[in-house]
């Protein structure tokens, strides 16, 4: 099945410590987003691709950093400078910009 | 600045009946607009979307309605059912590239029977 696979379902940092959220697809799609979740917020984009080894920064992505080194993939780091990193985390992709834009289910990061 | 304004940011409505969610944008050039449903612990799913060349789409029980004049679009779910109960999300886009979608603050809706 075709679709977006997001790891792990939950994750805890420590203070000082970077994580890294996996988002891998399947779909062939060209762009990818990452966007964090908080309730009342709705989503909010931190980084986006169009396309192999670009990126572009979205509305929040200071403490935040991404690499797009293969089609599939577009992990999310979340640094120890991002002082506030409670959330939820959705990944999402995209074929065309004609096409609906498809989302994983999400990875819950906490502070330990 | 926020580009798309949702409202209600919460909705009860009893089973059997209408829930209508509305949504105002400001940037003209947006020219897709989604409407996404999420239940608890997982991601969106895309529910049904509208571009501005018609002003009324119909999926089911799930209709939107489209007014380019006024900058709105709303979300109706006729017969409203306990399985509706979820966080529903508009968005809208622009239609060069791969534009991100940008998207309103959401609405918890709770069907009670």
């Known amino acids: 099945d075709g679709g977006i696979t997001q790891s792990p379902k939950y994750l805890f940092r420590k203070e000082g410590q970077n994580v890294t959220l996996s988002c891998e697809q399947n779909?062939?799609?060209?762009?990818m987003y990452w966007y964090r979740q908080d309730p009342g917020q709705g989503l909010r984009l931190i980084y986006y691709?169009?396309?192999?080894?670009?990126?572009q920064k979205g509305d929040i992505a200071e403490g935040y950093s991404v690499s797009r080194e293969k089609k599939e993939s577009f992990p999310l780091t979340v640094t120890s400078a991002q002082k506030n990193p409670t959330a939820f985390y959705l990944c999402a992709s995209r074929g065309t910009a004609r096409q609906p834009q498809h989302f994983g289910d999400g990875t819950r990061l906490s502070i330990l | 600045q926020q580009q798309v304004k949702q409202s209600p940011q919460s909705l009860i409505v009893q089973k059997g009946g209408i829930s209508i969610i509305n949504c105002a944008y400001e940037?003209?050039?947006?020219?897709?607009f989604p409407w996404y449903q999420q239940f608890p612990g997982k991601g969106p799913a895309l529910l049904i979307a509208i571009r501005p060349d018609v002003s009324e789409k119909k999926e089911g029980r799930f209709t939107i309605s489209f007014n380019k004049s006024a900058k709105q679009f709303s979300l109706h779910i006729m017969d409203s059912q306990p399985g509706d109960s979820a966080t529903y999300f508009c968005?809208?886009?622009?239609?060069?590239?791969?534009?991100?979608?940008?998207f309103g603050k959401g609405t918890r809706l709770s069907v009670i029977a």
């Open positions: 691709s169009q396309i192999v080894n670009d990126f």
């Open positions: 779909l062939n799609h060209d762009a």
């Open positions: 940037n003209t050039a947006f020219d897709y």
């Open positions: 968005a809208a886009s622009r239609n060069s590239g791969n534009t991100p979608l940008v």
